[in-house]
């Protein structure tokens, strides 16, 4: 029967390099050796311990959101006290409102992602209509 070689996750790695480099071990061979981890993960970590002061994932250059979290707790609440609410109006109320423009597309996505289902109706105008999926959720 062969043996089955241990690979730990890549959290285990990340915190066993930062734990041994604390500890005052510097090398990348010792730490390699110490802890089972490939020489260059090892490696990899420590350039980011010296660049970051951890080994964490680095921050990303996303595309900025167009709707904020403040924006998505006000269309909960619109959603609440109007049910029968569409797409298309909510993007109209927040543009009204506050001056946000995007289209109703972007609040359906912004919708399916926090939970709300998107019925489609027959008339093209009021296309979508929108109801509360889950009343638990909170905004």
Same mark, same amino acid.
């Given at each position: =029967? *062969?043996? =089955? *070689?241990?690979?730990?996750?890549?959290? !285990? &790695?990340?915190?066993?390099?930062?734990?041994?480099?604390?500890?005052?071990? &510097?090398?990348?061979?010792?730490?390699? %050796? @110490?802890?089972?981890?490939? /020489?260059?993960?090892?490696?990899?970590?420590?350039?980011? /311990?010296?660049?970051?002061?951890? !080994?964490?994932?680095?921050?990303?250059?996303? &595309?900025?959101? %167009?709707? !904020? =979290? @403040?924006?998505?707790?006000?269309?909960?609440?619109? /959603?609440?006290?109007?049910?029968?609410?569409?797409?298309?109006?909510?993007?109209?109320?927040?543009?009204?409102? %506050?001056?946000?423009?995007?289209? &109703?597309?972007?609040?359906?996505?912004?919708?399916? /992602?926090?939970?709300?289902?998107?019925?489609?109706?027959?008339?093209?105008?009021?296309?979508? =209509?929108?109801?509360?999926?889950?009343?638990?959720?909170?905004?």
């Amino acid at each position: =029967m *062969r043996r =089955m *070689r241990y690979s730990p996750s890549f959290e !285990t &790695r990340r915190s066993a390099s930062l734990h041994c480099w604390n500890n005052g071990h &510097r090398s990348a061979s010792y730490i390699a %050796r @110490s802890t089972k981890i490939p /020489i260059r993960t090892v490696r990899y970590n420590i350039v980011k /311990i010296k660049e970051q002061g951890e !080994t964490g994932d680095r921050p990303r250059s996303d &595309r900025p959101l %167009r709707l !904020t =979290m @403040s924006d998505s707790k006000t269309i909960g609440q619109w /959603i609440r006290r109007q049910k029968d609410i569409t797409a298309r109006e909510i993007a109209e109320k927040l543009f009204e409102q %506050r001056d946000r423009h995007v289209s &109703r597309w972007t609040v359906q996505r912004q919708l399916v /992602i926090f939970k709300f289902t998107v019925e489609h109706q027959n008339s093209p105008e009021e296309s979508v =209509m929108v109801r509360e999926k889950y009343r638990r959720w909170k905004f």
